[in-house]
């Protein structure tokens, strides 16, 4: 690297020698200095702190084969560190640096109200697009007279669940923290996507814009946990449908309706399914729950009730918080192990071996509007689908040639459902 030392004029003979050694490099390397500050000092009686600012005042250091990559200006350097990091490739001057800054960013200006512009754009179609489908909605919303009854029940517990003061609108999933909807998270948004799909409940597209999106085939996407809805009917209608929820009603033609039959399952299978996590967290356990898993709760629930269920997923999960301890046992082992377990105790059960304890329910997982709305209201005994079977249930509704086994292998619908919970430092 070639450089040329020049000396502010006036400068005395002392500091131009403290000036000369300081710069001196070996074979003008870049970094070879051969004298330190301190051994500087200590040859012309100064304190080794003050040689950087006497040389700065005095000399600088030209370099002569570095320029502005921009205006060719040749670089002055004041200090080592600014020759030792010198890039005399891409060096640009003061000067020309704050010209590109400033042109950066008035191009990151630029790009952010373009950006902007592009979302405002998107937002609008977003808008326009939502709003005709409420438009559509509106003229589909089937008269409150033809809705079946349950139907009725589901709208019912929703306005229970998520009904605003007003009657007017739903609070979102997300802020309810009084009355849970289900009690299960994968229950809840397949009640408001049904009752949706039957436009019973319509698009607030202002107050959920954020949460409604439209893919690239051109559907609605909705994020059902923070989304909120207008209710398709006025508030006397709305009224009338959760006092004839509580009112007595045909109860065995109730039971024979198959579709009231599986809504009933999911709840009592969402009951095991949310007791479950919380009890294999409480336990740094997360047991996979896919359909194996749930083809096990479905056919335990059809001789055991939740409350059964409760204890039979206590053992099995604190089983397999005391498999964890043995020697070579990961969590994810130990998690693994809990449907085995599950088996393992509902055999006994069932067998005849153990007695099937009930639990009563734990105040962290209180009961749902559904559970009201789907057994209480309907059977008239409280939290009885807790306490009791489907069979225990149905069957006194039943003609006699009718009753058999409650048929959970057709619970919720032939699509395949997975759950999935996450544990941290899960080995």
Known sequence: MKTKLEYQPGITELNKLVCEKYWLRESDKRSGYIYTCKEIGQEFGLKHQDIPSIVKANAHLVVLDCQCIECSKTKVCYTRSQLTQLKPDSWRCDSCWKVLQERREQEYLEYRLEQKRLEEERKQAALQYINDYRGTQLTEVPPITELNEVDKLLLATTIESLGAENLKTTISLRDNISLFLSPFFGLDEKILHHLF???????????????????????????????????????????????????????????????????????????CLSYLITRAKLNNLAPPIGEKLISLLRACLAECSVSVMHYIIYKAVESAAAFVQKPNITRKHASNSISGNIERVFSKISSGSWYPNKSYRDASHPQSAMAKVFFDYVFGIED????????????????????????????????STNYSITINDLN
């Open 384 to 415: 009885c689908g807790f306490h009791y079977t489907l069979d225990e249930l149905f069957n006194p509704y039943k003609p006699q040639q009718a009753i058999g086994q409650v048929g959970y292998a057709t619970l919720g619908s032939a699509q």
């Open 197 to 271: 799909k039957l436009n019973l409940l319509l698009l607030a597209p202002e107050e959920s814009y954020e949460y409604i999106s439209v893919n690239k085939e051109q559907e609605l996407e909705i994020d059902y946990y923070q989304a909120t809805f207008e209710f398709a009917y006025d508030t006397n209608d709305l009224t009338k449908i959760i006092v004839d929820a509580k009112s007595k009603k045909n109860t065995s033609a109730l039971v024979s309706n198959t579709q009231f039959e599986m809504w009933c399952q999911q709840i009592q299978l969402g009951e």
